[in-house]
């Protein structure tokens, strides 16, 4: 399992190699900063929906082994959150404070896509071994939830951000739905048969 964890990073992380040799080649368009900027936040998404496609594709195949790549994905998802979050920050507004501070506070999809990344903070820190073991299964389930929230903020701040074309926010979130509707499906089936309630 070690190995498969390491070539999903290998492979996870292929997307930003990519982009960077893109953006230096200029072959971002004519504005690359941003096209860098959305790239990122495009592959934060769609490993957020890799992530919570783990469950419901055990459920459909039987394969128990890929559980074990979920907190890899959900920290792949991570990864690509920070260097957007840093695409934007760092390169587009140059750590200008009161421009971010403005745009925060003005431009509701920055608020909604902040508000995302700061949920995703706890989840990424609590998916240590050690952190774990701590916390407790339960509550680390509990605190893991969360992710059911931040994939549809993630997908509005996604549409809001847009002026036009329409299709890809919208295909993520029907994809995100349907996630979210199975494990639904799966918790409701599971109370039936044992009385308890895990998403």
């Known amino acids: 399992m070690r190995r498969i964890k390491r070539l999903t990073w290998i492979v996870g992380l292929l997307p930003v190699l990519w982009l960077a040799v893109q953006f230096f080649d200029g072959g971002l368009g004519v504005n690359p900063i941003q096209a860098l900027t959305r790239s990122l ?18 459920m459909l195949t039987s394969l128990g082994w890929i559980t074990g790549l979920r907190r890899t994905f959900g920290l792949i998802t991570f990864t690509y959150a920070c260097l957007h979050m840093l695409s934007y920050a760092g ?40 952190v774990i073991k701590k916390m407790g299964a339960a509550r680390w389930r509990a605190l893991h939830r969360v992710v059911y929230a931040i994939a549809p903020l993630v997908v509005l701040h ?24 199975m494990r639904l499906v799966r918790a409701t089936m599971r109370q039936g048969q044992d009385g308890t309630s895990s998403i």
């Open 158 to 181: 996604f549409l809001m951000m847009i002026k036009a074309g329409y299709d890809r926010p919208v295909l993520y979130g029907l994809v995100a739905v349907a996630l979210l509707v």
């Open 91 to 130: 390169l587009d507004q140059l750590f200008d404070w009161d421009v971010l501070v403005k745009d925060l506070l003005k431009r509701r999809y920055i608020t909604i896509g902040m508000i995302s990344f700061v949920l995703l903070v706890p989840l990424a820190v609590t998916s240590i071994d050690g």
């Open 41 to 58: 936040g495009d592959w934060a998404l769609r490993f957020l929906l890799i992530t919570l496609a783990v469950t419901p594709l055990r």
